[in-house]
């Protein structure tokens, strides 16, 4: 079975500085998906970023970035220029299918943003 | 607004009661997948519905079961209900077909058990 481990409980980072959030993840599969979805205090379960395993590349969506690091399954989110509004509950997730199977979750990471 | 609704926002009972939770998936999704949220368990997969079918299942309890209508809605129907069953849940959807891009989730509902 799939795990899903955050190791950081809790984190706070100044506004505009950049933080990083670590997840790492067990699986014996090769191609797989991995997500990093937002939880703001509204309570809605918002995705900020996917990576496939098989692409080498690490994805990015405006101030979001991954470090993905296959080898030593290790999936981390970059959060740069960091805003107010990112203060959330974040969690890694992953699938064997994309959006078609089941999300595996780790207990995610609470994000603070300081003015 | 993702698309997908979920009713109630806010359900308080009693223990021993039975409930029903509903999902109305994204326009054109044929799966509806229901997870719980809760504080010891965190997010954790309950089960899956495709256009109608069982397609999988999680940690869904005997006391808890789903169907999915004709019309793609789906429900979530916990019975018995004790106080650990208290949590937030979330139904997410997504496109028919294999690596899709991702699921889409609901605002949830709250689930007070008293």
């Known amino acids: 079975a799939q795990t899903v481990t955050q190791s950081q409980p809790e984190m706070s980072v100044q506004e505009a500085e950049t933080v990083t959030l670590s997840c790492t993840y067990d699986t014996s599969e090769n191609n797989y998906y991995l997500f990093w979805y937002k939880q703001p205090p509204s309570r809605q379960m918002i995705l900020v970023i996917r990576q496939e395993a098989y692409k080498q590349q690490n994805a990015t969506e405006n101030r979001f970035s991954v470090n993905f690091q296959k080898a030593a399954k290790s999936f981390s989110l970059k959060i740069s220029d960091s805003q107010l509004g990112d203060t959330a509950m974040y969690f890694c997730?992953?699938?064997?299918?994309?959006?078609?199977?089941?999300?595996?979750f780790g207990k995610g990471t609470k994000l603070t943003v300081n003015p | 607004d993702s698309g997908v609704t979920q009713t109630p926002k806010h359900l308080i009972t009693a223990t021993g009661q039975r409930v029903t939770l509903r999902c109305s998936p994204r326009?054109?999704?044929?799966?509806v997948y229901w997870y719980q949220q809760s504080l010891d368990q965190g997010l954790q997969f309950l089960i899956q519905y495709y256009n109608g079918e069982e397609r999988a299942k999680g940690n869904i309890l005997e006391r808890f079961s789903a169907q999915q209508f004709p019309d793609l809605h789906s429900e979530l129907n916990l019975s018995s209900l004790e106080l650990g069953d208290s949590a937030l849940y979330f139904c997410?959807?997504?496109?028919?077909?294999?690596?899709?891009?991702?699921?889409?989730f609901g605002p949830g509902t709250r689930l007070t058990v008293l």
């Open positions: 326009s054109g999704d044929l799966s």
């Open positions: 997410a959807s997504s496109v028919e077909g294999l690596y899709t891009d991702t699921q889409y």
């Open positions: 997730a992953f699938s064997l299918q994309g959006g078609s199977e089941k999300l595996v």
